[in-house]
């Protein structure tokens, strides 16, 4: 079931920092214009596992994350699923739809119960009209990031499977990870084929590498849980081609 509130957003639920680093959007916003926007969104709960949108579905809306996680995937012609991203709190998904309106080139699902900011196309292009700076700076921004993505994605294809899985756990470290005596806890369970999805291969080629990796006491992984209990060890299989 969706819950929908239309109640003014709270400063306290927002880091605008963390916005203008996950998003476009925001990077080209000051802080008043970036407080007015969000004013227009509304407030939206989905319960875990249920799609927030699906490939191919018409687009009109940014979500940001306010509380939860969510992973964006595609499904082959095969019925594989491949895992683009996993997604937490103060980070976006959604917001190309803004611009284009086209159909949506993901599918998105809650991993566990979500709460998210919802800013719609018809209340969003309105207020964009009325700033053509906010244009320019959307303009510049934009190419920024696309040639750093096109810089990570040419990196990553030359990178082994060691390199490329040892760089999905750092980042879901920097995202999840709890500190504690017995190491670096992934607060986010993940089967060995949701890993294969992430890294782009099959659930038994990850499953090798894991065990690889937990008889050589770098990671604990037990009914989905990660544990990273050597960081620098994992550090340098990433940095390793």
Request: with cysteine; hydrophobic share 45%; aromatic share 6%.
């Amino acid at each position: 079931m969706v819950s929908d509130s239309k109640s003014p957003i709270e400063s306290k639920l927002i880091d605008l920092a963390a916005l203008r680093q996950n998003s476009v959007l925001f990077a080209a916003l000051s802080d008043a214009d970036a407080w007015e926007l969000i004013q227009l969104a509304r407030q939206e709960s989905l319960p875990a596992k249920h799609a927030v949108f699906q490939v191919g579905q018409a687009g009109d809306s940014l979500h940001i994350v306010l509380r939860g996680s969510v992973k964006v995937s595609l499904l082959s012609e095969e019925g594989k699923e491949a895992i683009l991203s996993i997604l937490g709190a103060g980070e976006v998904f959604g917001e190309m739809s803004l611009f284009d309106g086209e159909p949506r080139s993901a599918t998105v699902t809650t991993m566990e119960p979500c709460h998210f900011l919802v800013l719609r196309r018809q209340v969003f292009l309105p207020f964009l009209e009325k700033r053509v700076h906010v244009m320019l700076e959307l303009i510049a921004e934009m190419s920024k990031r696309l040639r750093a993505t096109n810089d990570l994605v040419g990196n990553l294809s030359f990178l082994n499977l060691s390199a490329r899985l040892a760089r999905i756990l750092l980042n879901l470290v920097q995202q999840y990870g709890k500190v504690t005596p017995n190491g670096i806890v992934i607060g986010l369970k993940l089967s060995q084929e949701e890993l294969g999805h992430l890294v782009g291969v099959s659930r038994e080629s990850v499953n090798r590498q894991v065990r690889i990796w937990v008889d050589s006491g770098l990671i604990d992984y037990d009914h989905g849980t990660l544990v990273v209990l050597n960081s620098d060890a994992l550090f340098r299989e990433a940095l390793a081609s």
